[in-house]
DNA sequence: CTGTTAGCGCGTTCAC
DNA sequence: GTGAACGCGCTAACAG
C-alpha cells in the first residue's frame, strides 16, 4: 500500500514549515498566509494528492466528523431510505456514519452506543427508540446530541423527526367510512414505540369522532411490525368470531402478514375484508393487492434529522434546544380496500353463523 | 458530554505506569503483566468505564479497524442483507463500516473511496463494481485490500464472493422448458456488470444445450437493473412483433416492470407469458404474481465476503492470494410461470396477426 | 515484570 | 506572515 501524503511532505516540498501548510489549506485561518504562498501550497497538495489523516485530526481536535445511525434492522425496507437521507445529508458536511443493528433489543443497543462512543461519534441518530428509553435518557443527560427519527421519545428534551401519525391514521380512517365500512379491526403496533402507540391513540380517536361504537375484541396489539406478527394477529381477530369488514394495521408488513392469514381462512383482500397498511415501502404498489397505505416521507425524514443533528453540532451545548419536526403524510389509495359490498358486509367470516351486526 | 477516561485515568488510579495499563488491557501482552495487577487493572478500568480512544490507537498504529461499504443504493432491496451479513462479520472483530452509494457513477464511487481512504479504512467491499473497473484496478494495484460481492471485476487479482450465475440460469431455463416452453424471450442486464453479463451468456449457454433455436430477436439488454429499465426492455420486445410464451429477466426488479408493462398490453404473468425473476429478494413473494426466482444468498455472501477481506488484513500483504468463493443458489418456483397453455402457445400478443411459431 | 521514551499527524499557542 | 514547540491518547522499542 502506498503510504500517504502528510502535511510534512507537501510543507518539504513547498520549502515552509508544517504549520504554513495547515494554514493555508483551513479557510479559516487561510487569510494569515501570503497570497502566493497560499495558492502555491494549494497547488502543491493537489499535486501530491494530501488528504488529511482523519485519525490525528480527530485526536487533535476531539471532532471526529462521524455519527452513528442506530436502526433495529436495516434489513426491513423501511429503514434504507432513512439512511440513504442521512448521510446525504452527511456528506455535505463531510461527516461519515457509522451504523449499527439492534434487533430491537436494548442490550444490543446499549452495546452498540459503547461502540459508537469508543469510535468517538460526536452525536446519534436513532430510529431504534423506544418510547420508554433509558438507554437515550442517560445518554442524553450525558449531554450526547441526538436525533431520533420516525420514533420519538416521550421525554420532549430529545430532538425528533416524525410523522404526522395522527393525520394518517385519520385519513385512512375517513377513506373506510367513506366507503361504507363500520366494523373496523385494527391491529395496533408495539405500544411501547411512539409509531405503534401514537397511531393506535389516532385510530381510538378517529373511531369516536366518526360515531364508531368501541369494541375491545376488534382490536389486537402486535409485538412486533413484521409480517408474522401481522399474520399472528390476524388469526387472533379472526378466533374471536366477531363481524368487520376492514382491518387498520400499522404498518404495511404487519398488513402483509394479515392479508395471508385471511387468505388461509378463505378470505379474500379486497373482497371480503379491507386492509391497510402504513408507511408505503418500497415495493408496496406491486404487491397482491397493491396496499392502500399512507405514505410517510423517509428520505426526507432522515435527511432532515441528519440536518438537526449537524445543528445541534456547530450549536454551543448551551444553547441547545430540542427541536422536533413533524412531517406531512399522504394517503395513497390502492387495491387493498374497497367499498363494502352487501354480501360481505355484516359479517366477515365464512363458515361461521351470522350475527347480528350493529347499524 | 463528560469528558472520557484514558489510559491515564485508569494509570493514575491503579498507581502504575500507562504502558503497563496498555498491556493489562491488551490480550496479547497480558503475560507480562503479574496476574494481580493485570485484575487489579482490569477491575479499574471496568469501574472508571475505560474506552479506548480510537482516533489515538489508529493514529499510533495505522490500523483503524475500519473498512469501506460501496454499494449503488443501499434502497435498493438487494443490498441490505449484505450490508447486514457483513457488518456482522466485522463486528466479531471489532471493526465497523462505513457506507457509501455511488448510484451507479464512476466518479461518484471514487469521490466516495477518496474520502474513505482519508478516512483511514483498512480496506473495500465493494458491490459497486464494473466488470472493467479501472477505480479498482488502480487501488488493487496500490495494495488497497479489496473483496468484490455479488459481482466481480474480470481482473482475476480481486478476490470476490459471487453467486452461481450460471446454474442458477440454466435452472430457470430447464424449468421453463420443462413446462413445454420453447420461445424464450430474455431481458437481460448490463452488461458491463458480471451478474448481467454473466446471466445472460449462461441463458445462451443454456438455450444451446436445450437445443432451442437461437433468436437475436427474442433478446434485449437493459440499461439497469430496475423497473423501470425492465418496462422499457418488454415494451420493445412487444414491439418487435415476435412470438414468445416466456421472458427470463436479469433480477427481480426487471421482472416487475416486464410483468407491468405486459399487463398495460392486456397479457397477463403467468397465464399469457411466464416471467422469471433472479435474487429473490425480500417480499418477491408477495408480489403479484408471486416470482418464480433464484434465490441467492446475500446476507452469507456479505458475511463471507467481510470475511475473506479480515482474512487478507491479518495477511502479510506478500502472501496474499486473492480468493473467489462462488455461492450455491435455490430455484425458487411461485406463481410468474406456468406451464404453457394451447391458447397462449405460439403467439404471445393479442392483437396481432398470428406468426408460425418454431416447433 | 515494569517504567521510560519516542513518536503517529495534526492544530494551536507562542515567539520571532 | 511564518516557524518552533507542544500535546491529543495511544503503542512499541528499549531499559532496567
Redesign the interface.
Known sequence: ??K?VTLRDVAAAAGVHVSTVSRALDPKTRHLITPEVVSHILKLSEQLAY??????Y??KTNR?R?IGIIVP???N?V???I??GA?DAL?QQ?Y??????TDGSPQREEEII??M????VEGLLLASVKARDTVVERLAA???PIVTVNRRVDDPGTASVVHDERDGTSRILNHLVGLGHRQIACIAGPQDLSTGRDRYLAFEEGRAALGLERDANLVTVADSFNESAGERCAEELLARDIAFTAIVCANDLIA?GAI?ALRRHGLACPENVSVTGYNDM??AD?????LTTIRVAQYKAGHAAAELLLEALSSQ?GERVARHLVLPVEMIERGSTQAVTVKAKGRARRDTPARLSPA
Chains 1, 2 share one sequence.
Open positions: 500500500m502506498k500517504r488528504r488529511p489523516n482523519a485519525a490525528a480527530s485526536l471526529s462521524t434492522d436495516i434489513t425496507p429503514f434504507p431510505p439512511i440513504r448521510e456528506a463531510n461519515v456514519a457509522i451504523l449499527g443493528n459503547d461502540i462512543r469508543a469510535r468517538g450525558e449531554g450526547m402483509i395471508s418500497p415495493l406491486r404487491l397482491l393487492p397493491p451545548p
